[in-house]
C-alpha cells in the first residue's frame, strides 16, 4: 500500500484490482496523468474515464451541484458498484471527460478505501485494456504493449469482472447509460423516474 501511494502520488501510472475489474489507475487532479492513461489505452480524448473516491464528502469536491435525486440514489447506492455521471468542478483533469460531466463512484472494498483515503485525492479508473478490446479478468490477459507502459501493478489473481451500473439523471430521470449488478434493483425502486 505505502509504495502503491508514493506511486500515485508522484504522479506515476499502476494497474490494480478494483471491485469491478483490474484497472489503469492514476490522479485525477493531474493533466499529464489522465493524458497519458488516454495515450496508454489508446482510447480517444472525446471518451470520459471514471474516477473513484472514498466517500461522499470527496466526491462533493469535485462536483458543482447534486440534485435531490441524486443526492437520494447515492445514498442508497454507494459505497457499491454504480457509477453516476456528475457535473465536474476544476479541481480534476479537463482531460477526465470531453463535456462538463465526470462519471465518480465510491466503491465498496475496504483496500481501495484505504487507498483513497490515504491518497486524499480521486484516482482515474479505467479498464486495463487498450480501448475496444475485452476487459481483462487476470493480469495474464494484460496486452504486453500496455504493461510496458505501467510503472506498478499490483496482481490479485483472478477477478470476478463485472462492470458497475452507470446512469445518468436528466430532468429528474434516471437514463441508465450501461446495465450492471444494481440495474433492476434501481429500476424496479425508482420506477417513477425511469
Request: proline fraction near 4%; aromatic fraction near 6%.
Amino acid at each position: 500500500m505505502e509504495e502503491l501511494i508514493n506511486i500515485l502520488k508522484n504522479g506515476k501510472i499502476a494497474i490494480i484490482p478494483t471491485d469491478t475489474t483490474y484497472g489503469i489507475v492514476g490522479d485525477a487532479t493531474k493533466d499529464e496523468v489522465v493524458k497519458k492513461i488516454f495515450q496508454i489505452k489508446k482510447r480517444n480524448l472525446n471518451k470520459g474515464m471514471p474516477i473513484l473516491v472514498s466517500n461522499k464528502e470527496m466526491l462533493k469536491k469535485y462536483v458543482t451541484n447534486i440534485t435531490n435525486l441524486e443526492n437520494t440514489i447515492i445514498d442508497k447506492y454507494t459505497p457499491g458498484k454504480l457509477s453516476i455521471l456528475l457535473p465536474k468542478n476544476d479541481k480534476i483533469s479537463k482531460y477526465i471527460s470531453p463535456n462538463s460531466y465526470v462519471a465518480i463512484r465510491i466503491p465498496n472494498d475496504k483496500f481501495l478505501y484505504e487507498l483513497l483515503t490515504e491518497l486524499n485525492i480521486p484516482i482515474v479508473a479505467t479498464s486495463a485494456n487498450i480501448s475496444g478490446n475485452d476487459v481483462i479478468s487476470s493480469l495474464n490477459e494484460l496486452d504486453n504493449d500496455l504493461k510496458d507502459s505501467i510503472d506498478y501493478i499490483y496482481d490479485k489473481g483472478k477477478l470476478n469482472t463485472i462492470p458497475s451500473t452507470l446512469i445518468k439523471i436528466e430532468n429528474n430521470k434516471i437514463i441508465i447509460l450501461r446495465e450492471g449488478t444494481i440495474s433492476k434493483k434501481l429500476i424496479k425502486e425508482f420506477k417513477d423516474y425511469i
